[in-house]
Structures are given as C-alpha cells and as structure tokens.
C-alpha cells in the first residue's frame, strides 16, 4: 500500500466527521429548541384555559396554588413543572369521570398525545446525539493517533498492520456516518410535533 493512500484516508476521516458532526449538532440543537419551545407553548394553553370546565381544582386554595405554580414553571421554561400541573389536571379529569372518548382534545389527549410524546420524542434525540457524538470522538482520535503512527506502520515488518489499521479506521467512520444517517431520520421524523395532528381547539362542553 502507498504510503500517501493511508496519509491522506486518515487524514481526511476525521474532517469529514468534523463537519458532519458540527452539521448534525446544530440541526439537532434546533429541533430540540423547537420540541421544548412546544412543550411550553402547551403550558400556555393550559393556562390559557384556566377557569374553564376542567381546567380548575376542587378548592380554591389549590386551585390558585397551582395556577400559581403554572405560570412560575412557564416564565422559568421548566418543562418539568408544567408536565406536573398538566398530570395534575388530567387525573383530575380522569377522577371526574370523562373517557377520552367523551373529551377528545380534553386533558388527557394533552397529556399523554401531545405533551408525553413531544417529550419523549426530545429525549430520543438527545440520546442519540450523545451516542454519536460519542463515536465521531473515538473515530477522530483513532485516526489522528494513526495518523501520528503512519510512518511507523507502513514500515512496520507486519505486512498486514497497515491494511488491519486502515481497515478499523474506515469501520468507525461507517458506523459513525451510520449514525449520522439515524439521527438526522429521527429529527426530521415528525412534523413539527404535532403539525400533522389535530390541535387543541376550543371545546363548548369545557366553557364554564
């Protein structure tokens, strides 16, 4: 094998994997700005419909206490503390009476169609984020270290080393364009969340 063709094959991995991986990162930094910037916006809503036939406590105590802590989780962008209210409503809802059947767009629709799948689906893709830019960093530093070692093993009187290592240095590369390929499925997987899906209307049955 020709020196320069293991030279420039491993020189070139890890620049390729540089720029699809800063690509990727910046895609999925959108998408999930977009998923949590959803989340919040059906906190508003909640909110927004506060007071309404099944948005409200049986107490008033409570009923302010949580209203409160709503309006807190949504200034602050938690999205922690606006599924914690939502839940709250929604096994309200559940303890009421009302199948999803008789509320379609009511709270538990919200809760478990669109704010638990939203979240879920914000939490694949930090997963798999982190998984591939987990491999594109072992990828870059084997082959810069084999690039280090490219004199080495090319003259190395192991006739095999160079193809072995060339070899393993395209494996990672394929396994983390692979993974690149995954994750760039998975972001564009959904519509906008729920852009395809019914959204949550107004109700003349939940008008107080």
């Known amino acids: 094998m020709n020196p320069n063709t293991l030279y420039y094959t491993?020189?070139?991995?890890?620049?390729?994997?540089?720029?699809?991986?800063?690509?990727?990162?910046?895609?999925?930094?959108?998408?999930?700005?977009?998923?949590?910037d959803y989340l919040i916006g059906e906190g508003q809503a909640v909110l927004n419909r506060?007071?309404?036939k099944g948005y409200r406590?049986?107490?008033?105590?409570?009923?302010?206490?949580?209203?409160?802590?709503l309006i807190d989780a949504i200034d602050r962008r938690s999205v922690?503390?606006?599924?914690?209210?939502?839940?709250?409503?929604?096994?309200?809802?559940?303890?009421?009476?009302?199948?999803?059947?008789?509320?379609?767009t009511g709270l538990q629709y919200v809760y478990e169609d669109r704010f638990c799948e939203t979240?879920?689906?914000?939490?694949?893709?930090?997963?798999?984020?982190q998984i591939f830019v987990?491999?594109?960093?072992?990828?870059?530093?084997?082959?810069?270290?084999?690039?280090?070692?490219?004199?080495?093993?090319?003259s190395s009187t192991c006739q095999n080393l160079k193809y072995w290592v060339l070899w393993l240095n395209v494996?990672?590369?394929?396994?983390?364009?692979?993974?690149s390929l995954r994750l760039m499925r998975l972001s564009l997987s959904r519509e906008?969340?729920?852009e395809s899906d019914r959204q949550l209307r107004e109700n003349t049955d939940y008008e107080a």
């Not at 922690?80 to 379609?104: D, Q, T």
């Not at 979240?119 to 984020?129: A, N, S, T």
């Not at 987990?134 to 090319?154: G, H, K, N, Q, R």
């Open 80 to 104: 922690p503390e606006i599924k914690a209210v939502i839940f709250l409503l929604k096994e309200i809802e559940k303890k009421e009476g009302y199948s999803r059947n008789e509320r379609p």
């Open 10 to 36: 491993l020189s070139a991995i890890p620049q390729v994997i540089g720029a699809v991986t800063a690509l990727l990162a910046t895609i999925i930094f959108f998408q999930i700005s977009k998923l949590r």
């Open 119 to 129: 979240e879920k689906h914000m939490k694949k893709l930090k997963k798999w984020i």
């Open 57 to 69: 406590l049986p107490t008033p105590e409570d009923d302010q206490k949580h209203k409160k802590r």
């Open 134 to 154: 987990t491999a594109s960093f072992l990828t870059i530093i084997f082959s810069i270290v084999s690039l280090a070692l490219t004199d080495t093993i090319v």
């Open 50 to 52: 506060w007071g309404n």
């Open 192 to 194: 906008n969340v729920h």
């Open 171 to 179: 494996e990672f590369f394929i396994i983390s364009l692979f993974l």
